[in-house]
T-cell receptor, first 116, second 113 residues
Framework: EAGVTQFPSHSVIEKGQTVTLRCDPISGHDNLYWYRRVMGKEIKFLLHFVKESKQDESGMPNNRFLAERTGGTYSTLKVQPAELEDSGVYFC??????????????FGPGTRLTVL | GDSVTQMEGPVTLSEEAFLTINCTYTATGYPSLFWYVQYPGEGLQLLLKATKADDKGSNKGFEATYRKETTSFHLEKGSVQVSDSAVYFCALSDYSGYSTLTFGKGTMLLVSP
């Protein structure tokens, strides 16, 4: 069974440009999470989808970030326009996660974003 | 809010040495606790977990015990190998519907032959 995949693995862009990150969860996992690790700091939660619906987007830093999960399969995270402080590693995770359980989250390898 | 504090790294050990990486947490309710590991060039992998007080999670020779009285979940291994070199993250899920994770900053472990 394929794991969580993310694309691209690295992205280097200039301040003010737009970048779109993609995450493909494990097939059949309704729950999809985005996290971010800024250099030297904690991995922080950004948002959570249940199927195509945003369950919790309390971690999104500002309105330059837009996440979508059309059809409840893969998800995209767009940053527009990118700022220097957006640099970091963006992780995606998925789980079966029925409400009332603590199912394991399976993580992708991450996308390293560098904004110059 | 919830938080996880883990010891600063890097931790540098010789092969076969004993490993302890400290982790303490603050949370409302009764969280589940996790250790994730990130090997060089790879994504995060679940190493072990514990879902209630006094539970011991174990995997690949690593162990951690959920201590509610000290709000701790320290990671231990009796004899580390070079292949254990990685970044280790302590995390909690303060379950309130879905299991969003709160992570510590991570501790880099370097094991030399």
């Amino acid at each position: 069974e394929a794991g969580v995949t993310q694309f691209p693995s690295h992205s280097v862009i200039e301040k003010g440009q737009t970048v779109t990150l993609r995450c493909d969860p494990i097939s059949g996992h309704d729950n999809l999470y985005w996290y971010r690790r800024v250099m030297g700091k904690e991995i922080k939660f950004l948002l959570h989808f249940v199927k195509e619906s945003k369950q919790d987007e309390s971690g999104m830093p500002n309105n330059r970030f837009l996440a979508e999960r059309t059809g409840g399969t893969y998800s995209t995270l767009k940053v527009q326009p990118a700022e220097l402080e957006d640099s970091g590693v963006y992780f995606c995770a998925s789980s079966q996660d029925r409400q009332g359980t603590t199912d394991t989250q399976y993580f992708g390898p991450g996308t390293r974003l560098t904004v110059l | 809010g919830d938080s996880v504090t883990q010891m600063e790294g890097p931790v540098t050990l010789s092969e076969e040495a004993f490993l302890t990486i400290n982790c303490t947490y603050t949370a409302t309710g009764y969280p589940s606790l996790f250790w994730y590991v990130q090997y060089p060039g790879e994504g995060l992998q679940l190493l072990l977990k514990a879902t209630k007080a006094d539970d011991k999670g174990s995997n690949k020779g690593f162990e951690a015990t959920y201590r509610k009285e000290t709000t701790s979940f320290h990671l231990e291994k009796g004899s580390v190998q070079v292949s254990d070199s990685a970044v280790y993250f302590c995390a909690l899920s303060d379950y309130s519907g879905y299991s969003t994770l709160t992570f510590g900053k991570g501790t880099m472990l370097l094991v030399s032959p």
